[in-house]
């Protein structure tokens, strides 16, 4: 098995990018897995380690940078590759990547093959109408933890009117204008090392899903299946969290108590309130 091949997995947001993160390519023993790692937030982008940061800084987030390439493919070679067993390929996975400009995409594919000697693309769609509204939905969850306002400006809660508007008007990211990058993508890389995944299958057909990922990364694909079926990690939130959101943006004590709460304690309050999930394909 050739080692050497970046598959990299780059979205879209919201399509269960989470559950194959965590399920399929951090567990699978046939991948050494570069992240994106939940449970490794000490590092940045969420790497798997301080190396594999340091090797893919340059490739997929300084990409306006000019990159040293024999510095980094120095530490791909010298350091990473010879702690990596034969029968591994390199997988990553930022679901973020698949919302750039067209033209930091085609830089991004250009310095995969200068370092790894070859890439190949993982994008998994779905569609618009149910994507929106539980990407809202993930937002207004962080918004509410973190008290960051990337989305909502100073509000524990806003209806997805506005946060689309605030959304739009400070990161004019193409959201849906993945046809191009597919596009793109293919034009670059050929139309073999370019795989499109739907996330309507994945629903459908959770094991058929599973195993076509897999086939194309070059996996066993029923260890992936055994790995990933009847997981779903971060499901949304159910009707009883949103009244509750509401509730506190209603009132201005509330809000006030809300800002000032830890985030231990917004947790906390906010999965009190859990009740039935609602019935959705948005999750």
Known sequence: MNNTPLHLHIGLQKTASTTLQETLFLRHPQIHYLGKAVKHKK??????????????KPILWDV?????????????????????????VFVGSWESLGCRPIKRQMETLN??????????IMITLRNPLFLMPSLYLQN???????????????????EIEVWYKNRMS???????????CIKNTINELGRENVGVFLYEELQENPKAYYQSICEFIGIDSEIGVSLALGKHLYPRLSDPQLSYMRKIQSSL?????????????????LEARVGPLRKSRTN
Do not use: V
């Open 43 to 56: 590092i940045k982008k969420n790497c798997l380690d301080d190396i594999t940061y340091r090797i893919l």
């Open 64 to 88: 306006k940078k000019p990159m040293d390439t024999k510095e980094t493919l120095s530490l791909f070679q010298d350091t990473l590759l010879p702690t990596i067993s034969k029968d591994q």
């Open 111 to 120: 310095r995969c093959k200068a370092i790894f000697g070859g890439c190949r």
């Open 140 to 158: 207004l969850h962080e918004d509410f933890l973190w008290q960051k306002h990337n989305w909502l400006d100073p509000q524990s809660y806003a």
């Open 170 to 180: 400070r990161f004019n990211n193409a959201l849906l204008k993945y046809s191009e």
């Open 253 to 269: 004590l509330g809000r006030a108590l809300h800002s000032y709460s830890s985030i231990q304690r917004r947790r906390k309050a």
